[in-house]
């Protein structure tokens, strides 16, 4: 069998083509001159001589007419430009309104817009813009000179197997093979270049974790360019490589979406190890936030995208019905639109952080997570409380977490028969055990026999502890009652409860029950400073 460099694809139905030859050799129609430029050049009616007639050719390219010709055929082939003759117009007197009513016929005006019929007189022709452009197309669709391959390829054989010639199948093989060493290749420089170029800085771990995914996925995207570019030269049936050149289109920008989401990724752990390096801890809840929304924006882009560019899908009649529909959208959706600008309000005021002790109406409880639509809080009873956004960014919020100290107040009572002199002594050392622990706040602090109740006198106990949260203030507490125990036994002072106490005339034989104090002043300070001192050294000996 004859190799025919110009045989690439047949796209012409048997019972589309005219019996009579003088359909097939006239240029009255755009439909007519598809048929003598196309069938011309098929395999078992190969007669480029014909097919040139349909090209508007100057003095100097009729020299090479048939090999301009040959090279048009190629150029559809290789974008699989699949030309339905039933769709060509069959009017001498077609004219475009898409194109302020000229007399032109465009076959495919996105992928090959320099390619039309023009009518010329009482024929339709390539115009000749597009005849000076086949060379240069050609290019376009061949690059890196893998062209001369078209007529280098069918040499190897044009035995039919399976519906498809030697050469073809072998060029199938040949580029499987390809593909996968050179998926391989890649693959190894990536994993071992690049690994052992991040090593090198001590980004070893975060490159294995999210660099080589990406350089993987980016070694992916040139195996398909490669795929595109050889493809092309198998000359398949058009229906074929129509179909492998749609899915190639639409595996492009799907690899890049890919490669953008890893990369979004990439760049929330680089904000958040920036925000673990900060104070706060709201920075460190926004970074998921962020996260999530560019994720979501490269992949509705990423979408578009692939719809427009690789599937060839018109958009905008979707992008404009989104925009009437985003209208009801958002009507219906006002408590969730609410709730997302609730919680843009809370990252831009920070009124609490992620771990925060706060109150809000009947929410009482530690902050655990702010979400898009609501903050949750654990409460004391250790359940989960949602609150929307909108709700929590109009209420008020009582923030126990930014205090900066943490009051505690209590009313110490002893017994109404305690001595003055007992009483200041024990105030002294409430005054001296504040002082000495670590963590109270000095300049601040009220310690006083400030009342006479009904069964006691009341010590008035306020102190403020330097504390990050309510554990170390309950350990703080602990410590400093432990301690005013210690002194009140160490002192003799008897703590009031209400009571009720009768009072007997003694009796010569049985002592009173109602205790001696002494009233030296000295003996109790003598008292205070062996138990400041004993209780302080026992402390700094720990």
């Keep these: 069998m004859v190799a025919f460099p110009g045989m690439g694809q047949v796209i012409l139905d048997e019972n589309q083509i005219p019996v009579d030859p003088k359909e097939y050799h006239n240029l009255s129609s755009p439909y007519n001159t598809t048929l003598t430029f196309f069938y011309n050049l098929r395999p078992d009616n190969y007669e480029p001589e014909a097919a040139s007639k349909s090209l508007s050719l100057s003095s100097k390219e009729k020299a090479?007419?048939?090999?301009?010709?040959?090279?048009?055929?190629?150029?559809?082939?290789?974008?699989?430009?699949?030309?339905?003759?039933?769709?060509?117009?069959?009017?001498?007197?077609?004219?475009?309104?898409?194109?302020?009513?000229?007399?032109?016929?465009?076959?495919?005006?996105?992928?090959?817009?320099?390619?039309?019929?023009?009518?010329?007189?009482?024929?339709?022709?390539?115009?000749?813009?597009?005849?000076?452009?086949?060379?240069?197309?050609?290019?376009?669709?061949?690059?890196?000179?893998?062209?001369?391959?078209?007529?280098?390829?069918?040499?190897?054989?044009?035995?039919?197997?399976?519906?498809?010639?030697?050469?073809?199948?072998?060029?199938?093989?040949?580029?499987?093979?390809?593909?996968?060493?050179?998926?391989?290749?890649?693959?190894?420089?990536?994993?071992?270049?690049?690994?052992?170029?991040?090593?090198?800085?001590?980004?070893?771990?975060?490159?294995?974790?999210?660099?080589?995914?990406?350089?993987?996925?980016?070694?992916?995207?040139?195996?398909?360019?490669?795929?595109?570019?050889?493809?092309?030269?198998?000359?398949?049936?058009?229906?074929?490589?129509?179909?492998?050149?749609?899915?190639?289109?639409?595996?492009?920008?799907?690899?890049?979406?890919?490669?953008?989401?890893?990369?979004?990724?990439?760049?929330?752990v680089y904000f958040a190890r920036l925000a673990s390096k900060t104070d706060?801890?709201?920075?460190?809840?926004?970074?998921?936030?962020?996260?999530?929304?560019?994720?979501?924006?490269?992949?509705?882009?990423?979408?578009?995208?692939?719809?427009?560019?690789?599937?060839?899908?018109?958009?905008?009649?979707?992008?404009?019905?989104?925009?009437?529909?985003?209208?009801?959208?958002?009507?219906?959706?006002?408590?969730?639109?609410?709730?997302?600008?609730?919680?843009?309000?809370?990252?831009?005021?920070?009124?609490?952080?992620?771990?925060?002790?706060?109150?809000?109406?009947?929410?009482?409880?530690?902050?655990?997570?702010?979400?898009?639509?609501?903050?949750?809080?654990?409460?004391?009873?250790?359940?989960?409380?949602?609150?929307?956004?909108?709700k929590i960014a109009d209420a008020t919020i009582d923030n126990h977490g930014l205090r900066q100290y943490r009051r505690f107040y209590t009313t110490l009572t002893i017994t109404y028969d305690t001595p003055p002199e007992l009483v200041e002594a024990f105030v002294n050392g409430l005054r001296e055990i504040v002082i000495a622990h670590p963590d109270t706040r000095k300049e601040n602090f009220n310690i006083y026999f400030n009342n006479l109740s009904a069964y006691s006198l009341d010590v008035m106990f306020y102190v403020f502890f330097r504390v990050p949260d309510w554990a170390a203030e309950l350990q703080a507490r602990h410590e400093l009652l432990i301690r005013i125990l210690k002194l009140a036994n160490e002192l003799g002072v008897r703590f009031a409860f209400p009571t009720q106490t009768l009072h007997m005339e003694t009796f010569p034989e049985k002592k009173s029950m109602v205790p001696e104090y002494s009233h030296d002043a000295a003996g109790y300070q003598l008292k205070l400073q062996e138990f400041m001192k004993t209780e302080f050294n026992k402390k700094d000996l720990n």
């Design 64 to 268: 090479e007419a048939v090999k301009l010709t040959i090279k048009l055929k190629q150029i559809f082939d290789g974008k699989g430009i699949y030309v339905r003759l039933n769709e060509v117009p069959n009017e001498p007197n077609y004219l475009d309104s898409l194109k302020n009513n000229q007399a032109r016929y465009f076959f495919d005006a996105k992928r090959l817009p320099s390619i039309y019929l023009e009518k010329k007189g009482r024929e339709w022709k390539f115009s000749a813009f597009s005849v000076s452009q086949i060379n240069e197309l050609h290019q376009e669709t061949y690059p890196f000179g893998t062209g001369k391959l078209l007529n280098l390829l069918p040499k190897l054989g044009n035995q039919v197997y399976f519906g498809l010639q030697f050469w073809q199948l072998a060029g199938i093989l040949i580029l499987i093979l390809m593909l996968f060493v050179f998926h391989k290749v890649i693959t190894f420089l990536v994993d071992r270049g690049l690994l052992h170029f991040l090593e090198r800085f001590n980004y070893g771990e975060t490159g294995e974790k999210y660099l080589l995914p990406l350089a993987r996925i980016t070694s992916i995207y040139f195996v398909v360019m490669l795929l595109s570019l050889f493809i092309r030269l198998l000359q398949l049936p058009i229906e074929v490589v129509s179909w492998i050149t749609m899915l190639i289109s639409a595996a492009k920008p799907f690899i890049i979406t890919l490669v953008f989401y890893k990369i979004v990724g990439i760049v929330a």
């Design 280 to 390: 706060s801890t709201l920075d460190d809840q926004l970074v998921p936030l962020v996260r999530k929304t560019m994720k979501a924006f490269v992949l509705i882009v990423g979408t578009l995208y692939i719809l427009k560019e690789g599937l060839e899908i018109d958009i905008l009649p979707f992008l404009t019905g989104l925009s009437i529909g985003g209208l009801a959208f958002a009507l219906a959706a006002q408590d969730t639109i609410k709730n997302f600008f609730g919680s843009i309000m809370i990252f831009i005021d920070k009124p609490f952080q992620v771990g925060d002790w706060i109150t809000s109406g009947d929410v009482d409880g530690t902050v655990e997570e702010v979400g898009f639509r609501s903050t949750r809080v654990r409460t004391f009873r250790n359940s989960v409380t949602y609150i929307p956004n909108g």
